[in-house]
T-cell receptor, first 110, second 118 residues
Framework: DAKTTQPNSMESNEEEPVHLPCNHS???????IHWYRQLPSQGPEYVIH???SNVNNRMASLAIAEDRKSSTLILHRATLRDAAVYYC???????????FGQGTRLTINP | EAGVAQSPRYKIIEKRQSVAFWCNPI?????LYWYQQILGQGPKLLIQ????????DSQLPKDRFSAERLKGVDSTLKIQPAKLEDSAVYLC????????????????FGPGTRLLVL
Protein backbone atom coordinates (compact mmCIF):
# COMPACT_ATOMS: atom_id res chain seq x y z
CA ASP A 1 0.00 0.00 0.00
CA ALA A 2 1.23 3.48 -0.82
CA LYS A 3 2.17 5.28 2.38
CA THR A 4 1.62 8.83 3.55
CA THR A 5 3.70 10.92 5.95
CA GLN A 6 2.14 13.61 8.12
CA PRO A 7 3.44 15.67 11.04
CA ASN A 8 2.32 14.25 14.38
CA SER A 9 0.88 17.53 15.56
CA MET A 10 0.22 21.11 14.54
CA GLU A 11 -1.10 24.14 16.31
CA SER A 12 -2.89 27.19 14.98
CA ASN A 13 -5.03 30.07 16.13
CA GLU A 14 -8.74 30.56 15.75
CA GLU A 15 -9.87 32.42 12.62
CA GLU A 16 -6.52 31.89 10.90
CA PRO A 17 -5.89 29.61 7.90
CA VAL A 18 -4.37 26.20 8.54
CA HIS A 19 -2.26 24.27 6.06
CA LEU A 20 -1.92 20.55 6.85
CA PRO A 21 0.79 18.86 4.76
CA CYS A 22 0.95 15.26 3.54
CA ASN A 23 3.77 13.55 1.67
CA HIS A 24 3.03 10.55 -0.53
CA SER A 25 6.09 10.06 -2.71
CA UNK A 26 5.11 6.50 -3.78
CA UNK A 27 1.65 7.48 -5.04
CA UNK A 28 0.53 5.71 -8.20
CA UNK A 29 -1.39 7.22 -11.08
CA UNK A 30 -4.69 5.67 -10.01
CA UNK A 31 -4.51 6.61 -6.31
CA UNK A 32 -7.02 9.06 -4.96
CA ILE A 33 -5.96 11.31 -2.05
CA HIS A 34 -8.49 11.32 0.77
CA TRP A 35 -8.67 13.42 3.92
CA TYR A 36 -10.73 12.42 6.93
CA ARG A 37 -10.82 13.95 10.37
CA GLN A 38 -11.76 12.55 13.74
CA LEU A 39 -13.11 14.79 16.45
CA PRO A 40 -12.74 13.67 20.07
CA SER A 41 -14.89 10.65 20.93
CA GLN A 42 -16.40 10.47 17.45
CA GLY A 43 -15.93 8.32 14.37
CA PRO A 44 -13.90 9.71 11.47
CA GLU A 45 -15.69 12.01 9.05
CA TYR A 46 -14.96 12.68 5.40
CA VAL A 47 -13.39 16.02 4.58
CA ILE A 48 -12.36 15.99 0.93
CA HIS A 49 -10.71 13.90 -1.78
CA UNK A 50 -9.04 14.45 -5.15
CA UNK A 51 -7.03 12.82 -7.90
CA UNK A 52 -5.00 15.43 -9.79
CA SER A 53 -6.68 18.82 -9.65
CA ASN A 54 -7.18 21.04 -6.65
CA VAL A 55 -10.57 20.58 -5.00
CA ASN A 56 -12.78 22.84 -2.93
CA ASN A 57 -15.83 22.12 -0.82
CA ARG A 58 -17.63 23.80 2.04
CA MET A 59 -15.27 22.33 4.63
CA ALA A 60 -11.84 22.75 3.09
CA SER A 61 -9.61 22.94 0.03
CA LEU A 62 -7.20 20.31 -1.21
CA ALA A 63 -4.10 21.47 -3.01
CA ILE A 64 -2.29 18.71 -4.92
CA ALA A 65 1.29 19.17 -6.10
CA GLU A 66 1.89 18.93 -9.82
CA ASP A 67 3.91 15.70 -9.41
CA ARG A 68 1.26 14.43 -6.94
CA LYS A 69 3.91 13.47 -4.41
CA SER A 70 2.47 15.79 -1.81
CA SER A 71 -0.77 17.51 -0.96
CA THR A 72 -2.03 20.11 1.49
CA LEU A 73 -5.37 20.34 3.22
CA ILE A 74 -6.34 23.95 3.74
CA LEU A 75 -8.81 25.09 6.37
CA HIS A 76 -9.47 28.67 5.37
CA ARG A 77 -10.57 30.01 8.73
CA ALA A 78 -10.08 27.63 11.63
CA THR A 79 -12.58 27.42 14.46
CA LEU A 80 -12.32 25.61 17.77
CA ARG A 81 -14.54 22.88 16.30
CA ASP A 82 -11.80 22.07 13.78
CA ALA A 83 -9.60 20.66 16.55
CA ALA A 84 -9.25 17.00 15.55
CA VAL A 85 -6.91 14.35 14.19
CA TYR A 86 -6.60 14.73 10.42
CA TYR A 87 -5.79 11.68 8.31
CA CYS A 88 -4.35 11.76 4.79
CA UNK A 89 -5.01 8.44 3.00
CA UNK A 90 -4.37 7.03 -0.46
CA UNK A 91 -6.80 4.64 -2.12
CA UNK A 92 -6.39 3.13 -5.52
CA UNK A 93 -5.72 0.02 -7.51
CA UNK A 94 -3.38 -1.49 -4.93
CA UNK A 95 -5.60 -0.77 -1.94
CA UNK A 96 -9.27 -0.27 -2.63
CA UNK A 97 -9.77 0.59 0.99
CA UNK A 98 -8.74 3.24 3.50
CA UNK A 99 -5.56 2.51 5.44
CA PHE A 100 -5.32 5.01 8.28
CA GLY A 101 -1.95 6.15 9.63
CA GLN A 102 -1.31 8.15 12.79
CA GLY A 103 -2.63 11.40 11.36
CA THR A 104 -1.92 14.97 12.48
CA ARG A 105 -3.41 16.18 15.73
CA LEU A 106 -4.52 19.77 15.14
CA THR A 107 -4.89 22.07 18.13
CA ILE A 108 -6.71 25.39 17.70
CA ASN A 109 -5.96 28.13 20.19
CA PRO A 110 -8.69 30.66 21.05
CA GLU B 1 -30.80 11.02 6.16
CA ALA B 2 -30.02 8.87 9.18
CA GLY B 3 -26.37 8.08 9.77
CA VAL B 4 -24.65 4.83 10.65
CA ALA B 5 -26.03 3.47 13.91
CA GLN B 6 -24.04 1.36 16.35
CA SER B 7 -24.86 -0.27 19.65
CA PRO B 8 -23.99 -0.53 22.40
CA ARG B 9 -21.93 2.64 22.79
CA TYR B 10 -19.94 1.25 25.70
CA LYS B 11 -19.22 -2.23 26.97
CA ILE B 12 -17.13 -3.52 29.84
CA ILE B 13 -16.41 -7.24 30.07
CA GLU B 14 -13.91 -9.54 31.70
CA LYS B 15 -11.33 -11.41 29.69
CA ARG B 16 -12.49 -14.71 28.21
CA GLN B 17 -16.08 -13.45 28.03
CA SER B 18 -17.84 -12.94 24.71
CA VAL B 19 -19.26 -9.71 23.31
CA ALA B 20 -21.20 -8.65 20.24
CA PHE B 21 -21.53 -5.31 18.48
CA TRP B 22 -24.28 -4.29 16.11
CA CYS B 23 -24.21 -1.92 13.14
CA ASN B 24 -27.00 -0.55 10.96
CA PRO B 25 -25.53 1.20 7.90
CA ILE B 26 -27.06 4.04 5.93
CA UNK B 27 -29.98 2.75 3.89
CA UNK B 28 -28.94 1.57 0.46
CA UNK B 29 -25.22 1.40 1.20
CA UNK B 30 -23.82 -1.77 -0.35
CA UNK B 31 -20.44 -1.79 1.35
CA LEU B 32 -19.93 -2.11 5.09
CA TYR B 33 -16.71 -1.97 7.09
CA TRP B 34 -15.66 -2.83 10.62
CA TYR B 35 -12.60 -1.10 12.05
CA GLN B 36 -10.73 -1.46 15.32
CA GLN B 37 -9.17 1.66 16.80
CA ILE B 38 -6.76 1.23 19.69
CA LEU B 39 -6.13 4.31 21.81
CA GLY B 40 -3.68 6.67 20.14
CA GLN B 41 -3.75 4.89 16.78
CA GLY B 42 -5.68 5.29 13.54
CA PRO B 43 -8.52 2.89 12.73
CA LYS B 44 -7.51 -0.51 11.38
CA LEU B 45 -9.77 -2.35 8.96
CA LEU B 46 -10.97 -5.72 10.29
CA ILE B 47 -13.45 -6.82 7.67
CA GLN B 48 -15.21 -5.46 4.60
CA UNK B 49 -18.55 -6.63 3.19
CA UNK B 50 -20.08 -5.97 -0.19
CA UNK B 51 -23.79 -6.66 0.19
CA UNK B 52 -23.69 -9.85 2.31
CA UNK B 53 -20.41 -11.21 0.95
CA UNK B 54 -16.96 -10.78 2.51
CA UNK B 55 -14.53 -8.79 0.33
CA UNK B 56 -11.58 -8.54 2.72
CA ASP B 57 -11.08 -10.17 6.11
CA SER B 58 -7.31 -10.43 5.96
CA GLN B 59 -6.79 -8.57 9.24
CA LEU B 60 -9.58 -10.22 11.20
CA PRO B 61 -8.25 -12.50 13.99
CA LYS B 62 -10.44 -15.37 12.93
CA ASP B 63 -9.66 -17.54 15.96
CA ARG B 64 -11.69 -15.17 18.14
CA PHE B 65 -13.43 -12.62 15.91
CA SER B 66 -16.38 -13.31 13.62
CA ALA B 67 -18.70 -11.07 11.65
CA GLU B 68 -21.76 -11.45 9.51
CA ARG B 69 -24.02 -9.22 7.49
CA LEU B 70 -27.51 -10.61 7.30
CA LYS B 71 -29.46 -9.91 4.11
CA GLY B 72 -26.89 -7.33 3.10
CA VAL B 73 -28.08 -4.77 5.65
CA ASP B 74 -27.30 -4.97 9.40
CA SER B 75 -24.06 -6.47 10.62
CA THR B 76 -22.76 -7.95 13.86
CA LEU B 77 -19.17 -8.31 15.01
CA LYS B 78 -18.46 -10.86 17.74
CA ILE B 79 -15.43 -11.51 19.92
CA GLN B 80 -15.19 -14.85 21.72
CA PRO B 81 -13.23 -15.12 23.95
CA ALA B 82 -12.09 -11.57 24.56
CA LYS B 83 -8.50 -10.70 25.49
CA LEU B 84 -7.15 -7.64 27.26
CA GLU B 85 -5.64 -6.37 23.99
CA ASP B 86 -9.11 -6.23 22.42
CA SER B 87 -9.84 -3.09 24.42
CA ALA B 88 -10.50 -0.53 21.71
CA VAL B 89 -13.19 1.41 19.89
CA TYR B 90 -14.96 -0.64 17.22
CA LEU B 91 -16.14 1.50 14.33
CA CYS B 92 -18.61 0.62 11.63
CA UNK B 93 -18.67 2.48 8.31
CA UNK B 94 -20.65 2.20 5.10
CA UNK B 95 -20.46 3.47 1.55
CA UNK B 96 -22.33 3.27 -1.71
CA UNK B 97 -19.42 2.27 -3.92
CA UNK B 98 -18.50 -1.23 -4.97
CA UNK B 99 -15.49 -2.82 -6.61
CA UNK B 100 -13.06 -0.54 -8.38
CA UNK B 101 -15.11 2.54 -7.55
CA UNK B 102 -14.26 2.13 -3.84
CA UNK B 103 -11.02 4.00 -4.53
CA UNK B 104 -12.97 7.26 -4.73
CA UNK B 105 -15.72 6.50 -2.27
CA UNK B 106 -16.77 8.42 0.81
CA UNK B 107 -17.10 6.28 3.89
CA UNK B 108 -19.61 7.28 6.54
CA PHE B 109 -18.68 6.24 10.06
CA GLY B 110 -20.80 5.50 13.07
CA PRO B 111 -19.98 6.78 16.58
CA GLY B 112 -18.27 3.53 17.56
CA THR B 113 -18.52 1.09 20.47
CA ARG B 114 -15.94 1.54 23.18
CA LEU B 115 -14.91 -1.84 24.60
CA LEU B 116 -12.97 -2.29 27.81
CA VAL B 117 -11.74 -5.78 28.66
CA LEU B 118 -10.70 -6.25 32.30
Amino acid sequence: DAKTTQPNSMESNEEEPVHLPCNHSTISGTDYIHWYRQLPSQGPEYVIHGLTSNVNNRMASLAIAEDRKSSTLILHRATLRDAAVYYCILSGWGAQKLVFGQGTRLTINP
Amino acid sequence: EAGVAQSPRYKIIEKRQSVAFWCNPISGHATLYWYQQILGQGPKLLIQFQNNGVVDDSQLPKDRFSAERLKGVDSTLKIQPAKLEDSAVYLCASSTKMGWERRRETQYFGPGTRLLVL
